[in-house]
């Protein structure tokens, strides 16, 4: 039971690089979710998206951009990162809207941006 | 818009120990709501969940009751163990929204 998958589980780039963070999900769920995790400000939403082809910004969505070409997966990528970005990075899925079904959560992406 | 508002933390508690976690939450109509729980190193997981008025979630020994007439969640425990020790974070999902709302996270200290 993969559940859902993130990669790479530890990455530490320099400031300007780019990288993509890849989410995986195998139970068909249209919904899934990106947010970062920070020291006392708990999680926040970066983008998400509502079925295969379609995305839409969160609350914190500057500096990242997402694609959803497969139903399957979520990519999150960083075009030029900055120490700010520093952040643990989690994906999630619901099989419904967040109303209506548990989320389910990867294991984590600890980004260390220096 | 909707929100989840939990007691800061973090809670230090010894082994055996009752744990109440306070939750709140203003939303419109009626939410559903859910405790998630976080250990180190992890994602978050599905405690226990209730989807209406008077529903009570158990899951582990901890229980949650939703409570519409004061707009609450809060999260006990009669006796908790060394490997309850967590981050927990209470969470609504609204009709009117694709989004889960999350608190900020309290976490849970246990003291052998």
């Known amino acids: 039971n993969a559940g859902v998958t993130q990669t790479p589980k530890f990455r530490v780039l320099k400031t300007g690089q780019s990288m993509t963070l890849l989410c995986a999900q195998d139970m068909n769920h249209e919904y899934m979710y990106w947010y970062r995790q920070d020291p006392g400000m708990g999680l926040r939403l970066i983008h998400y998206s509502v079925g295969e082809g379609t995305t839409a910004k969160g609350e914190v969505p500057d500096g990242y951009n997402v694609s959803r070409l497969k139903k399957q997966n979520f990519l999150l990528g960083l075009e030029s990162a900055a120490p700010s970005q520093t952040s643990v990075y989690f994906c999630?899925?619901?099989?419904?809207?967040?109303?209506?079904?548990?989320?389910?959560f990867g294991q984590g992406t600890r980004l260390t941006v220096v | 818009g909707d929100s989840v508002t939990q007691m800061e933390g973090p809670v230090t508690l010894s082994e055996e120990a009752f744990l109440t976690i306070n939750c709140t939450y203003t939303a419109t109509g009626y939410p559903s709501l859910f405790w998630y729980v976080q250990y180190p190193g992890e994602g978050l997981q599905l405690l226990l969940k209730a989807t209406k008025a008077d529903d009570k979630g158990s899951n582990k020994g901890f229980e949650a009751t939703y409570r519409k007439e004061t707009t609450s969640f809060h999260l006990e425990k009669g006796s908790v163990q060394v490997s309850d020790s967590a981050v927990y974070f209470c969470a609504l999902g609204s009709g009117g929204s694709y989004i889960p709302t999350f608190g900020r996270g309290t976490s849970l200290i246990v003291h052998p």
């Open positions: 999630a899925s619901t099989y419904l809207g967040g109303d209506r079904s548990e989320a389910f």
